[in-house]
């Protein structure tokens, strides 16, 4: 079994330590830039880092005896300052790319209430972070891990050859993606079989959205801690592998935009209170639309993975297609 990684990897333990090496070196990679501010890109290198990092720690901790500061819940605590910031970007990228330029002029110097409120928002969210790159915690993290890495210590399961576990690592990941409540929303069951209307109108889809959002949301971070598990494993894969990591990450995405769409609406409505769609007419209407045409792109892979083939397949391809 050739990798295309550093050297052939045949037991467990090595994999895994490779994979905390490759993630934790990314997060170094950007660090400097992080806490200069430079850009917005670095930030979110590091914070991809960083989360692929507590990926790597949390699923193969039971593999490895690591230090007390490797935590998944303090990796977690680094993961979240990070995020409040790239969060912060993104709407604010959102808003002057996509929403600003097509809003009439009204709108638009209302908005701009909005983008100064940001502003102020991210320089404090900046001084956070850099907090944070600079506290016990993250030193301890880094220090800690870069010298675990020079003499890893095991625990027995690691001198285990991966070929014999990986069914065993990532089936129980796909169970909870594939057995998730989010794949009911909007859906009917008639005589135990699920239906799918794709008929709806888009006040149907805001209704249904108004009230089992935080059930998509959830799906949509079931499926993104899938993909990042099955990504540490995508050298020992074929092909079709890679074509459920896509479709896995293009459900990640299309739930993720739909959510976001979602979160504008209510950072809005934190600002104005009141009044939202008497002063954003326009903005209002192409946040439901944003949200319409996400809708009407998932369901095409709700029906797909809703499917008893396709639930199999994906068994299968976990079970019997590794090299």
């Not at 209302?110 to 972070?129: F, G, P, W």
């Not at 907090?131 to 001198?159: F, M």
């Amino acid at each position: 079994m050739t990798l295309s990684v550093e050297y052939e990897v045949k037991f467990l333990g090595e994999y895994a330590c490779l994979a905390i090496k490759k993630h934790l070196k990314k997060t170094l990679k950007w660090e400097s830039q992080v806490k200069q501010d430079k850009d917005p890109e670095a930030l979110h290198q590091m914070r991809v880092g960083i989360r692929r990092l507590r990926t790597a720690v949390s699923r193969f901790d039971r593999f490895l005896k690591l230090p007390k500061s490797a935590s998944d819940r303090n990796i977690g605590k680094i993961g979240r300052s990070l995020g409040v910031l790239r969060d912060l970007d993104v709407l604010q990228e959102t808003l002057i790319n996509i929403y600003l330029p097509n809003l009439p002029p009204k709108e638009q110097k209302h908005l701009q209430i909005a983008l100064n409120t940001i502003s102020k928002q991210r320089k404090k969210a900046v001084v956070e972070v850099q907090a944070t790159l600079i506290n016990e915690r993250y030193k301890s993290l880094i220090k800690s891990l870069t010298t675990w890495l020079e003499a890893p210590v095991y625990q027995p399961l690691a001198s285990l050859t991966v070929e014999n576990v990986l069914p065993d690592l990532l089936l129980p990941e796909v169970s909870l993606f594939l057995l998730h409540p989010g794949w009911l929303v909007g859906t009917q069951v008639e005589a135990g079989k699920i239906i799918v209307p794709t008929d709806w109108q888009q006040n149907q889809v805001e209704q249904q959205l108004a009230s089992e959002g935080k059930i998509v949301h959830d799906l949509r971070k079931q499926a993104k801690r899938l993909r990042y598990q099955m990504e540490l494993f995508t050298e020992l894969y074929g092909e079709s592998y890679k074509t459920y990591i896509a479709q896995v990450k293009r459900i990640q995405e299309i739930l993720g935009s739909i959510q976001d769409s979602m979160v504008l609406d209510e950072w809005l409505l934190s600002i104005f209170k009141s009044g939202l769609k008497d002063k954003f007419p326009t903005l209002t209407n192409l946040l439901m639309e944003k949200r319409y045409q996400m809708w009407q792109e998932w369901q095409p892979l709700q029906i797909k993975y809703l499917s008893t083939e396709t639930r199999k397949d994906f068994h299968l391809t976990i079970l019997q297609n590794y090299q």
